[in-house]
């Protein structure tokens, strides 16, 4: 064949004359021009662009066509429980649905318009809108998401109801989705965080475990054609998804909203211009109790800000306005425990007695002389007590608070062990506290501290701490030096149940001996025992705790009425000799009638522990003065004579009163077992008659304990106590209201709130 | 008429000139002139043989392109007929069908003797012209257009009519003016008169990748029948010129819109309107991409699953390569390739001008349109619905493509070349 193309025939002769017959050399030559541009330019290119999409292509091609073969629906995955130490639930995700649409399977205009109408009623949207989006092309177009059951069962009516009535199947899908629930709103909102619409967390321990939290999204990978329907070759994968890990905070509900409660009342009392921070930590492990910035925000509404807030907001130019409304957020979510610093004044004498005892440059001997202000290199500082203290033990200068003598304490320590110690307590590193956003302290760098620095470095000014890092510390004095690595998570589980992280104890180091520990305890016990309820005595406990006034030094535009804005704070534990609870009570920039540590601070602090101390069932030791405030049972008197029941009654601790002329108790009040404060009375009914009495209940608010028990006793009522009763104590509520009729001897339940102290003692 | 010279020397003269003697001698003669309307007559009829039967490597081609034609297009809808028409083998019975009548149209007219198609030409033309103006009158099909005259199991487009017209037509009139075609006369007017009239009227259907077709086929007919290289020169930048002219008077307003994705298949973002209409070209990157060298073997195509619109039409080839990868779509070039070469040197052997110029008419047309719907299915053409001979499915087409074969292999009857 290949021959037979060459012409075997002669040619013509050349002439430019056309041949009368047979295959002439033009056209032969033609033919070959027809076949190279048909076959080596034509088939060549095809075969060129064949080869470039195959070879060099190829595997970005097969890619996309992959990628659209195969659909890939993700299975979400459970986001994991968030519990307080007892098991209460405190975030949790529950089952919500996710409508999606398929608009590429509608087949006309009709399908279109039933469906868009019947989502558009259901899910409350823009008709138009819905209406747009199934005119669209695609496979997957998500409707609305996190809908709850009512809404699904209303969309699986439509999804039977488009396909009776208009065959058109296929179109509208749910997919399991998951919301984010807090059942306790506000509660530890600085702890816990919240979660965002895609369920990633984005703050707390929401954020920071939220890799254990969000568990593992599973995949379902099927071979599919174009119309979303499995192709008749089977290709499915099925990855299941992990749920995620329940994690387990250190948080306990009860002492958390106990400590709220008060926190809140705290800030509205005294005006609290910059939120209020508590933390409760467990002294000797370093778990974290409570912790507190308030006033909080609404986890299950974490995007909307306070009213004044808002309004503040509305009333700035347009321009602003967004601008200005993610700074309000963000500072209403932060963390003022871990990402702030503050300075801690009066509290740090605590650390600085602490290593002066433990370098032994002071003892029980040790006298300073106060005479209200110590000059240091040029510069006046002054005590808080204008006169002076004058001359003074160890323990008196930490009692009174006084600022010169903290300088010459800080001056024996010297700069040089200062600044070991304040590295040993913890303050020159972050706490390490599992939540995020934790803030370095401010602190002189080295060789930039002056004397000046260090003599009011001594009470504590001029520095920024975390609060954090200050209960961490607090801690270490009470519980024999240990400086203990703070956590809020105490363990993580899977959602068997089998525990994938558990967090222990962990000591960084020993800072101050055991010895000093139990100096500082004794000392910082006797400071609250003599100064009452300015330095949060809490009664029937033995409480230590310094309070604390720090001016907010740097301040560039004043907030609070007073001269310069102020910080109270009161940093304590219980009991003093046994410590098992530290806590740190901070206000910044009251703005009420008081800003002393122990005017605002320290109530708070009472008010929290006469609770918390014995939720945790830590044995009480009262005192004398208490004793007479505690709750007896009363016996049972009913069916002796009346002589007989008077005997025992007052054995018992109770005074008598007889009514009626019978011979035998008939009835008593307060009934048998009923809690009566010591020393209470105890009415015993001889007959019928005598039943039918009555007293009427005076008003028993604002009186101190013992004013209440007198005149429970004139009206021959009996009284309960309940809260802080300590001195300076006021009765804020009484179980039965002022005027009502009831029957002698009635026990009416009195609460008692620790009210901003009268005294003060920085 | 020579006297036998081996009679002569056994000095047999009166046989010579016998009359039952020249009666066998004209008889013989006519035998070899070949006759094909007579020769059907004929006992001795051959089909496959030297000068007087079929062309057997040309008649072998085809069959083998049908048979892989007829397997990819299975193949490339079953998945599409079962999603549309609940039938898998809807498409391949319809075409197994269509292939029967198509071979029996061939055979029919691979015994016809083409040049009695010298007289039918102008006719067939005419016809032509018929079918395009009936199919304009008659209420469009889908989307508008009017390409199909239904004819109850399967339309007719009139367009493979007229491609058929025009080579007929061309091939009659340069074999006839054969000495007179360097003029212009008698090849640029005839030629401009019938293409125009012809694209005007596809025009109006529209049906652009049939004027496409046609003109190059008109081209091609009149440069093999004799047409001065000079003209086709002109011819070139005249159709620039209109085409130029079409652009700026908005005329190819459909073309244009089917345009619109030209060479943006891969580029298009998703919810645009691009990415809609260049799906098909999309998909059918794709299906080739997914190919590669070897193919995801026979029936293995992914892209077909209504990814790839109707993958038993225009874009066969693309289910083609996926499934047999560059390998396999070389092969089946070759042997398109292998059609082509052996269908216009077996034309240039035929005895006269016309079957000559029918033959390599014919033959071009398959590779024209070959090479034409693989560079659209590869994006390097607009998508313009080329359909791929011996493989896409249709009825009057592949009716129209085998009898127009069998037109190739009568004319291969009478080509002085060497058959085996």
């Given amino acids: 064949m290949e021959e037979k193309k060459t012409p075997l025939k002669k040619p013509l002769p050349k002439s430019k004359k056309h041949a009368q017959k047979g295959p002439n050399q033009r056209m032969r030559q033609r033919s070959a021009i027809l076949i190279i541009l048909i076959l080596v330019v034509g088939f060549g290119a095809a075969l060129l662009r064949l080869a470039l999409l195959t070879l060099v292509q190829g595997s970005q091609l097969q890619e996309r066509a992959v990628d659209q073969q ?373 602190f002189w760098s080295e060789g930039e501290m002056t004397d000046v620095d260090l003599a009011v470095a001594s009470f504590g000014q001029n520095f920024g701490i975390t609060p954090i890092q200050m209960i961490t510390a607090c801690a270490a004095v009470a519980n024999g030096g240990y400086v203990l690595q703070p956590y809020v998570v105490s363990k993580v589980t899977d959602s068997k149940g089998n525990v994938v992280k558990s967090v222990e104890r962990k000591v960084k180091r020993q800072v101050i001996s055991n010895a000093t520990s139990n100096k500082m305890n004794e000392i910082l016990g006797y400071n609250t025992e003599t100064a009452g309820a300015t330095a949060g005595y809490v009664a029937g406990y033995k409480v230590a705790g310094k309070t604390g006034t720090s001016e907010k030094i740097g301040v560039t535009e004043k907030q609070s009425v007073f001269e310069e804005d102020y910080i109270a704070s009161f940093c304590g534990y219980a009991p003093a000799d046994d410590p098992q609870i530290a806590m740190l009570v901070f206000f910044d920039t009251p703005s009420g009638g008081a800003y002393y540590g122990s005017q605002v601070s320290s109530p708070v602090f009472i008010n929290i522990m006469t609770e918390v101390l014995p939720y945790l069932q830590i044995k009480t030791n009262y005192s004398e003065d208490d004793l007479k405030y505690l709750d007896t049972s009363a016996g049972d008197y009913t069916g002796l004579s009346v002589a007989d029941a008077t005997a025992k009654a007052e054995q018992d601790g109770f005074t008598c009163t007889v009514k009626g002329e019978g011979e035998k108790v008939v009835m008593q009040l307060p009934a048998v077992s009923s809690k009566v404060s010591a020393g209470g009375n105890i009415v015993l009914f001889t007959d019928d008659a005598s039943k039918a009495e009555t007293v009427t209940v005076p008003d028993f608010t604002g009186y101190t304990a013992l004013e209440a028990n007198n005149v429970a006793g004139q009206y021959e009522l009996n009284v309960s106590f309940k809260g802080a009763i300590s001195a300076g104590g006021t009765c804020v509520e009484q179980s039965v209201k002022e005027g009502e009729k009831v029957a002698p001897g009635t026990v009416i339940t009195l609460t008692y709130s620790a009210a901003s102290g009268s005294g003060f003692n920085d | ?174 074999s006839k003016y054969y000495n007179k075609m360097h003029l212009a006369k008698y090849s640029v007017l005839p030629g401009v008169i019938v293409f125009g009239s012809v694209a005007g009227l596809l025009i109006l259907e529209p049906h652009y990748s049939g004027i496409v077709i046609i003109g190059v086929l008109t081209v091609i007919m009149l440069y093999i029948g004799g047409m001065k290289t000079r003209y086709l020169a002109i011819g070139a930048i005249a159709l620039f010129g209109v085409i130029l002219l079409l652009a700026i008077t908005g005329g190819l307003s459909y073309a244009m819109s089917r345009m619109d994705g030209w060479g943006q298949a891969l580029t298009a973002s998703r919810d645009s309107e691009l990415w809609d209409s260049t799906w098909q070209t999309r998909n059918s990157l794709y299906a080739i991409g997914s190919g590669g060298l070897w193919g995801l073997g026979l029936g293995q195509s992914r892209q077909k699953f209504l990814y790839l619109p109707e993958p038993q039409n225009d874009f066969i080839f693309a289910i083609v390569v996926e499934e047999m990868g560059l390998i396999g779509a070389a092969i089946i070039l070759l042997i398109f390739a292998l059609l082509v070469w052996r269908g216009i040197t077996l034309s240039l052997r035929a005895k006269d001008k016309f079957g000559k110029l029918l033959g390599i008419g014919l033959t071009s047309q398959i590779g024209v349109q070959v090479v034409l719907n693989i560079l659209v299915i590869t994006d390097w053409l607009p998508n313009t619905g080329i359909s791929l001979p011996f493989f896409s499915y249709g009825g009057s087409s592949l009716i129209m493509l085998l009898a127009q074969m069998g037109i190739v292999l009568s004319v291969s009857r009478t080509a002085n070349i060497e058959k085996q």
């Fill in chain 1, 70 to 442: 195969l659909a890939d629906v993700t299975l979400t995955a459970k986001r994991g429980t968030i519990y307080d130490s007892n098991g209460t639930v405190l975030a949790e995700s529950a089952s919500v649905w996710q409508v999606v649409m398929a608009p590429v399977n509608f087949k006309n205009d009709e399908q279109r318009e039933a469906a868009a109408r019947g989502l558009s009623e259901i899910l409350q949207l823009d008709y138009n809108n819905v209406l747009e989006k199934t005119k669209s092309k695609s496979f997957y177009s998500v409707v609305k998401r996190k809908i709850e059951v009512e809404q699904r069962d209303a969309v699986l009516e439509l999804i039977n109801k488009l396909s009776d009535e208009y065959k058109c199947d296929g179109v509208i899908t749910l997919l399991d989705d998951y919301k984010r629930y807090y059942p306790h709103n506000e509660l530890a909102s600085c702890v816990i965080g919240f979660a965002g619409a895609d369920e990633q967390g984005l703050e707390g321990v929401e954020f920071q475990y939220d890799k254990y939290l969000a568990g593992t999204p599973g995949r379902i990978v099927t071979a599919q054609n174009a119309r979303g329907t499995d192709m008749p070759f089977s290709y499915e994968q099925n990855i299941a998804s992990k749920d995620g890990n329940n994690i387990y905070l250190t948080i306990d509900e009860n002492i958390q909203s106990i400590c709220e409660k008060y926190m809140a009342q705290g800030v509205v009392d005294n005006n609290v211009l910059n939120k209020g921070v508590c933390i409760a930590m467990d002294v000797k492990t370093g778990a974290v109790k409570a912790m507190v910035v308030s006033p909080g925000y609404d986890l299950n509404d974490p995007y909307t800000l306070s009213a004044e807030e808002q309004q503040r907001i509305a009333a700035l130019p347009e321009n602003q306005q967004e601008k200005e409304q993610g700074l309000a957020l963000s500072a209403m979510w932060r963390n003022k425990a871990v990402a702030d610093t503050y300075m801690p004044g009066s509290v740090f004498k605590m650390c600085t007695a602490s290593m002066a005892l433990e370098e032994g440059k002071v003892n029980d001997n040790s006298t300073f002389v106060c005479g209200g202000v110590m000059v240091v290199n040029d510069r006046p500082l002054h005590c808080h007590a204008l006169g002076g203290h004058g001359n003074q033990t160890f323990v008196q200068a930490i009692c009174n608070s006084c600022n010169p003598a903290f300088i010459q304490i800080g001056q024996l320590v010297g700069m040089q062990k200062f600044r070991d110690y304040y590295k040993g307590f913890g303050f020159a590193d972050k706490s390490g506290i599992d939540l995020p956003g934790e803030s370095d302290d401010m």
């Fill in chain 2, 1 to 174: 008429m020579a006297p036998n010279k081996k009679m002569l020397l056994r000095g047999d003269v009166n046989r010579i000139y016998d009359e039952d003697y020249r009666r066998r001698q004209k008889a013989k003669k006519e035998k070899l002139f070949v006759r094909p309307t007579r020769q059907r007559k004929l006992k001795n009829a051959k089909w496959f043989s030297i000068g007087m039967g079929i062309d057997l490597p040309f008649c072998l081609i085809i069959f083998i392109l049908l048979t892989v034609g007829t397997i990819m297009m299975f193949s490339a809808s079953y998945a599409f007929a079962y999603y549309t028409v609940g039938d898998s083998y809807f498409y391949l019975k319809r075409q197994l069908i269509f292939i029967g009548l198509g071979v029996a149209a061939m055979i029919v007219m691979s015994f016809l003797n083409y040049n009695k198609l010298h007289k039918v030409a102008p006719f067939v033309l005419g016809f032509a012209y018929f079918c395009l103006l009936l199919v304009l009158i008659l209420p469009s099909g889908e989307g508008g257009v009017k390409r199909w005259i239904p004819l109850g199991m399967f339309n007719v487009q009139p367009s493979e009519i007229a491609k058929f017209a025009i080579i007929l037509f061309f091939s009659h009139w340069a």
